[in-house]
């Protein structure tokens, strides 16, 4: 008999077919009455498919006794509780590294296309304006500018890479410093908004990380700063984000992610020193297909052999 696996969230047609070829396959939003189901399937589950954004909600894992793995589509896993699952034995697993080159290319992107005001030149042009009222005003450049970057993990350190091609200056902040990276650490976040052009957040999210960046970080980067979040939308105070565009505070702002996604503050919108994206820093096909197949693939090796591929840190010391 095939193991039982809950899928909470959507998967693609090719994470489905691997999943009902190796799983009595049970979706989360196709089961109507959930609490019948987790009394008469509850014991039954042993595997858990999912999202960084929907994760797996403490109740429904509390209910799922036998409850083996918990393999997540996507780097981040916040919304699942993995000290809790690693308490109980629960493997925890998700897509590092094969998503580090798209969500860096986001970053730069929003990086430039806030810094050129791309989206408003190309409203610009639209409008039939371009032959009435002359040449846009001139942009600012990328080229040369200082970046802070608030976690210099996996993506962190691509982005850094990748802004060597614009002779950006790097500097950086994490919890504690590492000592093989030929970037300038600041201990004080506060201290590094105040000297950088642009602060790029690729911190994890979760209660560690929430409100990171707060009014003093905010003020301290400055009207004429940048701050582009490509990480969680929880480490950004968001009112006082927005209340700082108002004020005009701060500068400019690209945002890939927000603390109540999909909802985004209606006062955003009209912002021409803003550009919104609807979180998809590792929306290409090419990435996504790679997430997908890690995802499926940490849970045929786990049912296999007792190992996952790509165990979040919490759950290393579970491999057999």
Same mark, same amino acid.
């Given at each position: ?25 049970? !979706? =989360? ?51 699942? /509780? ?16 094969? =998503? ?15 810094? !050129? !005001?791309?989206?408003? /030149? ?43 091609a614009f002779d950006c200056e790097i500097v950086y902040h994490t919890r504690n410093r590492k000592p093989d990276t030929p970037y300038r650490y600041y201990g004080n976040l506060v201290d590094m908004a105040k000297d950088v052009d642009f602060l790029v ?45 108002? /004020?005009?505070? =701060? ?53 296999? /052999? ?11 010391? =579970?491999?057999?």
């Open positions: 008999m095939k193991p039982d696996l809950l899928l909470v969230g959507n998967a693609t047609p090719r994470m489905l077919e691997a999943m009902t070829g190796a799983f009595t396959l049970h !979706r =989360l939003k196709e089961i109507g009455d959930l609490e019948a189901f987790l009394t008469e399937k509850g014991e039954a589950i042993v595997a858990v498919a999912t999202n960084g954004h929907d994760g797996l909600k403490p109740e429904i894992m509390a209910r799922l006794p036998n409850l083996k793995i918990i393999s997540c589509f996507g780097v981040g896993y916040d919304a699942i /509780d993995a000290n809790a699952a690693a308490a109980r034995g629960v493997m925890v697993t998700h897509t590092p590294d094969v =998503l580090n080159a798209d969500v860096a290319n986001t970053a730069i992107m929003l990086m430039l296309a806030v810094s !050129r !005001r791309v989206v408003v /030149d190309d409203a610009y042009v639209r409008a039939g304006r371009w032959p009435k009222e002359g040449a846009a005003p001139l942009r600012q450049s990328i080229e040369g500018k200082r970046v802070g970057i608030l976690g210099l993990g996996r993506i962190g350190e691509t982005i850094a890479r990748k802004l060597a957040v690729i911190t994890p999210g979760g209660a560690a990380t929430r409100h990171l960046v707060n009014r003093a970080v905010i003020d301290a980067l400055g009207p004429e700063g940048t701050l582009v979040n490509v990480g969680r939308g929880s480490v950004v105070d968001e009112a006082e984000l927005v209340a700082a565009l108002k /004020d005009g505070r =701060l500068g400019a702002a690209g945002l890939d992610v927000f603390e109540d996604e999909p909802r985004v503050p209606e006062a955003l919108f009209a912002m021409e020193n803003v550009v919104l994206l609807p979180h998809v820093g590792s929306a290409t096909v090419e990435t996504r297909r790679a997430m997908g197949d890690l995802t499926v693939e940490n849970l045929l090796r786990f049912f296999a /052999d007792g190992k996952a591929v790509t165990p979040v840190p919490e759950c290393k010391g =579970l491999q057999a």
